[in-house]
């Protein structure tokens, strides 16, 4: 595997921009975000991008997103428990946006479908649990770089809207290799 200059991280020939196993030994994939939170903030994305007012059949969601139907009702659903989109029954049903997608967090969707961000249960403002493997969290190496990594998540999800998202501001476009591992 050729080493990309200007990333720490070692990449197979080749590689398109894709996922890349966790190890070339194991063969795994690795995905940060669940297809659940994936499809969950494309529905969201995809309702912002055809209006404030303007009601979307699942069907159509699913069709242009290219989400499995039945799932996509599910989070739908849990979307709307959330106060997040409302739906409309009838011949001109569908779903819509409770609110602005200014007012619309990556941080709030994931959190929804997802639980807390945290990447330790130690770290999590919302689900607290101290961690089976630590005996002491003031002295532990690991939830102090871990919660390094929650602080910048949060900063990030928790300030970037879906309207942020559809006027191109989100992060700016980086160099894939370095994003990996």
Known sequence: MPYNAGSPFVVPAGWSGGWLPCSPDRGTETH???????????????????????????????????IPKKFLEQILLDLKHNGVVVSRRGKAGGYMLRKSPDLITFGEILRIVEGPLAPLPCLSRTAYRRCDTCRDEASCE????????????????????????????????????????
């Open 32 to 66: 940060v975000l669940s297809l659940k939170a994936q499809y969950a903030l494309k529905a969201v994305i995809a309702l912002a991008r055809n209006g404030a007012d303007e009601v979307q059949l699942t069907a159509d969601i699913a069709e242009t997103q290219a």
């Open 142 to 181: 690991i939830r102090r770089v871990f919660a390094k990594v929650a602080e910048a998540n949060r900063a990030i999800l928790d300030n970037t809207t879906i309207a942020d998202c559809l006027k191109g501001q989100g992060l700016p476009e980086s160099n894939p290799a370095r994003l990996v591992g």
